[in-house]
């Protein structure tokens, strides 16, 4: 996305990155190296590129081949066994034999400016390996920082007397479709990808709940100097020398207090004690509603599917499901690849038709829609209501007629945030908890 808006697509970027996704894609705590994988092909003796065909090693999961599958650009693995020693010795390879025109270090959200001793930073060692070895590095690199704050971790007034200039503000042709977003579910990124969209107001992230505001100056990209970067943070200049992981994780211990891949083995560990469960469809669609009231009462306008597997207390494996059937039951709320938070709530509705009688219902849009009860129809033939044993006979708003016609119809869709091929029963009111 960035590497296109500036560059161009003619040339894409061979795009060095961790295999390190969250525990809900990967259960394995830390990153994957490449003997977690098949399939990898080399580039230099200690890099090794992800292709489509590559495979993990199972129990390990990733999503990089998903993402390479999409992607123009050539995907090479950053393995940080060997500590930021072995980060710089992968870097020089590949310098050596590309002999690159530019070099940018990306980073989304802001951390890698950090001094190290904020409360609020969640993974600073796996920025601080790979930042290590940038002034060391025998060429010339810049520090790109896209969507200040957007990670939740600094806020963009703590950011903004650290700023370089603006190179790049994204916009909606420079995001395009999301699919790569959705195999690749970074939650950074997404919001980069949403603000460039023009999408504003907070969203909610991560198993803490951090709010995130999305503004205007999440769609912006600042050029930075990687050394000066280097030498504000505390824990890079402590792991510079590091030639084992381990080493690395100690001396983070040490200097801040915590290290990420502590935090992921013992959120593993909790993980794996869980009982899992199949999804019971009304129940998470109950809970997903509480939870949305939850979150509107601390002015929260969007989140994501990860946070709310998590707030859920669901396992990684649910987290496709769940999106699924959020999507197939309220599909107005999904805009990808974020999830709106309405405006609206619980309230009484009366159902009227052979197999409800009354019953709680739930409006899944922002504003209440108020049809008068004379033009109400039955569902049609092919409405997923009928589909539906609960609800089959029930009036359906798809069937809502134009004022002073008794012909179901299903031009106008009272539900603002729905298309009308979309304005059926099961979007509108959720689910029925009948009496």
Same mark, same amino acid.
């Given at each position: ?177 999301? /699919? @790569?977003?959705? &195999?690749?579910? !970074? ?8 603000? $460039?969209? =023009?999408?504003? *107001? ?91 009231? /939850? @979150?509107?009462? &601390?002015?929260? !306008? ?8 998590? $707030?859920? =207390?669901?396992? *990684? ?119």
């Amino acid at each position: 996305m960035v590497d296109a808006a500036l560059y161009g697509s003619g040339n894409p970027a061979i795009v060095l990155t961790y295999a390190w996704d969250r525990l809900l894609i990967d259960p394995l705590p830390g990153p994957r190296s490449p003997a977690d994988f098949t399939g990898l092909t080399t580039l230099t003796p200690n890099v090794f590129v992800v292709t489509a065909e590559s495979r993990p090693v199972p129990p390990a999961d990733s999503t990089l081949p998903r993402l390479a599958l999409e992607v123009r650009q050539t995907i090479g693995l950053i393995d940080p066994r060997y500590g930021a020693e072995g980060v710089l010795r992968q870097l020089t390879e590949v310098v050596e034999l590309l002999r690159p025109e530019s070099i940018d270090r990306l980073d989304v959200g802001g951390d890698i400016l950090a001094w190290g001793d904020e409360a609020t930073l969640r993974s600073p060692l796996a920025d601080a390996l790979v930042l290590a070895a940038c002034p060391r590095l025998d060429a010339d690199v810049r520090l790109l920082l896209a969507g200040p704050g957007l990670d939740g971790e600094l806020t963009v007034g703590e950011l903004y007397p650290l700023l370089g200039r603006n190179v790049l503000t994204l916009s909606p042709d420079d995001v395009g479709g999301a /699919g @790569v977003l959705e &195999r690749r579910p !970074s939650e950074a990124a997404a919001m980069l990808a949403a603000t $460039a969209r =023009g999408v504003r *107001g907070r969203c909610e992230v991560r198993d803490a709940g951090l709010p995130v505001p999305l503004t205007d100056e999440g769609s912006t990209v600042h050029a930075d100097d990687p050394a000066v970067a280097f030498a504000r943070s505390t824990l890079a200049r402590t792991v510079a020398r590091t030639r084992t992981l381990t080493e690395a994780e100690t001396l983070s211990c040490e200097t801040i207090g915590f290290s990420e891949i502590d935090y992921e083995c013992t959120k593993a560990s909790r993980l794996r004690s869980a009982p899992v469960r199949p999804l019971d469809r009304g129940d998470v669609l109950d809970r997903v509603t509480d939870f949305e009231q /939850g @979150v509107r009462a &601390r002015q929260i !306008s969007h989140t994501t599917v990860r946070r709310m597997t998590e $707030a859920l =207390g669901l396992p *990684g494996e649910h987290r496709e499901p769940l999106k699924a059937l959020l999507i197939r039951y309220r599909p107005g709320q999904y805009v990808a690849p974020l999830w709106l938070i309405c405006r609206g709530g619980r309230r009484r509705v009366e159902f009227r038709g052979t197999a409800a009688g009354r019953g709680w219902g739930v409006v899944g849009s922002g504003t209440r829609a108020e049809v008068p009860p004379r033009v109400r129809g039955v569902a049609p033939e092919g409405c997923p209501c009928r589909r539906d044993p609960r609800t089959r006979g029930v009036e359906c708003r798809s069937a809502w007629s134009r004022p002073q016609s008794r012909e179901p119809t299903t031009e106008v869709c009272h539900c603002p945030q729905l298309h009308a091929k979309q304005a059926h029963f099961d979007a509108c009111a959720t689910r029925s908890r009948m009496d």
